[in-house]
């Protein structure tokens, strides 16, 4: 997450259509990704991904997203989570996750809950919604928290004006969704065009790091 800076985040109930983004991904330079726990039965279109990842895309890093509970992160860690997130801060969460030496990214929206994350081991803050808190509030909390670690989710765009003003700010990386995969893209299977937009995204957070 440090060294590139981005995290796509991405769910979709499709087995074959998830495989084609990650892939296409991975095409891009993007060796982090986040798949959401946000429709029934994801945990087993995660699985697949995972194993999928395993054979076929050396180095991509699979975590699982939108994660609220301790059962629920325990299953995707049983299925091979490389990281876990949530758009809350769950203490509970923090410990299923140290216990098995996973990095946990809690949602957190004020100086408090990422002083109370930090303190429950967790390296990397998620900063949620971003596009409500805003940048202003990444450069107001790295101020008196200077060792603060933060991936901001929500309002992360595409261009280099959002991530220019994201990074000018102190933040750690981006979680990027459906900027990154317009429906119309995604629908239609063009693939390399999700490829160029990861590739392009990386190299502006490039010049900005």
């Known amino acids: 997450m440090k060294e590139t800076g981005l995290v796509p985040v991405f769910y979709n109930a499709d087995i074959e259509t998830s495989k084609n983004v990650l892939k296409a991904c991975y095409e891009g330079g993007v060796r982090v990704f986040e798949f959401t726990n946000r429709g029934d039965f994801a945990q087993e279109v995660f699985g697949e991904l995972v194993k999928f990842a395993g054979k076929e895309l050396p180095g991509m890093i699979v975590g699982a997203g939108s994660i609220v509970d ?7 860690i049983q299925l091979g989570a490389n990281f876990v997130v949530g758009p809350t801060f769950n ?5 299923v996750c140290n216990r098995r030496l996973i990095p946990y990214c809690p949602g957190c ?7 109370a994350a930090q303190e429950a081991g967790c390296d990397i803050c998620k900063v949620f919604p971003g596009d409500v808190l805003g940048p202003a509030f990444v450069k107001s909390v ?3 928290m200077p060792w603060s670690q933060l991936m901001v989710t929500g309002g992360v765009k595409p261009e280099r004006s959002n991530l220019e003003a994201w990074f000018k700010a102190g933040t750690t990386c981006v ?12 629908a239609a ?3 390399g065009i999700i490829s160029g937009l990861c590739s392009e995204v990386l190299e502006i957070i490039k010049t900005l790091k």
């Open 70 to 76: 301790p059962y629920t992160a325990a299953i995707f």
């Open 189 to 191: 299977g063009e693939w």
């Open 109 to 115: 929206a004020t100086p408090t809950e990422i002083g």
């Open 91 to 95: 203490p509970d969460v923090a410990k």
């Open 142 to 144: 790295k101020a008196p």
């Open 175 to 186: 979680g990027m969704g459906s900027n990154l995969f317009p429906k119309d893209v995604t």
